[in-house]
């Protein structure tokens, strides 16, 4: 694995934090120093200006990073919105700078490191004065290759489909894709997993069933 990935998938609600929690926690306990960042989130509980309930304290709790949720975010909001809206109606726009200043500090701080998106790979940043700032566009910005998370269900090759083929039109490596919610009785399921890896030329590496507290991925993937 390269020593800082990126970890999108084919749409919101699909498992991201759930994945990248298992996989931090999996590396961690190889004694790997892998750290999180998660540029933008919304949706959270705060108290007194700190995160009390978010996507970062689930993924720090889980993988037991020794770091806040806070430390782990550059941005955050109270409304489950998307991050251009949300940034918006709080009067505070997202700030690329910001963002890259952060990962940068996080990359002198960890060996490796997984930065969570939000959304799927085209979720809007910034809308403003004529941008299109989008999710990869900061991807790209990052330089880092990514992670597609995928649900295991009905559906699922299409939507892989379109996001590996939006990434690689936009020339960002993609290091592989974990299908969530993994039923490994279910013969969809399994043709799912044949059928994207044929269609794609990308090994799945991973399968997450559903309460899954452990991951297991491809053999020598971290390396």
């Not at 969530?180 to 991973?206: C, R, W």
Request: net charge neutral.
């Amino acid at each position: 694995m390269s020593k800082n990935v990126f970890i999108t998938a084919t749409g919101t609600d699909i498992g991201k934090t759930y994945v990248s929690a298992l996989i931090i926690k999996k590396m961690r306990e190889a004694g790997l120093n892998c750290g999180y960042f998660k540029p933008v989130l919304s949706g959270v509980v705060q108290k007194e200006g700190k995160l009390v309930e978010s996507d970062c304290n689930y993924v720090v709790n889980t993988a037991k990073i020794p770091a806040t949720a806070d430390d782990c975010v550059a941005f955050w909001w109270e409304e489950a919105v998307s991050p251009h809206l949300a940034s918006v109606r709080a009067g505070n726009i997202i700030d690329i700078d910001k963002i890259k200043q952060l990962y940068t500090e996080k990359t002198n701080k960890y060996d490796y490191l997984l930065i969570e998106g939000a959304g799927g790979i085209t979720c809007p940043l910034r809308l403003e004065n004529g941008e299109k700032y989008l999710l990869k566009d900061l991807i790209k910005e990052l330089d880092t290759g990514i992670i597609i998370v995928a649900d295991a269900g009905l559906g699922t090759i299409n939507s892989v489909l379109l996001t590996v083929e939006y990434a690689k039109h936009n020339n960002i490596k993609i290091e592989g894709i974990i299908f969530n919610n993994f039923n490994p009785d279910s013969f969809m399921h399994q043709d799912n997993l044949k059928q994207v890896e044929y269609l794609t030329g990308i090994k799945v590496i991973a399968t997450v069933e559903k309460g899954q507290e452990n991951i297991k991925l491809l053999k020598d993937y971290f390396k």
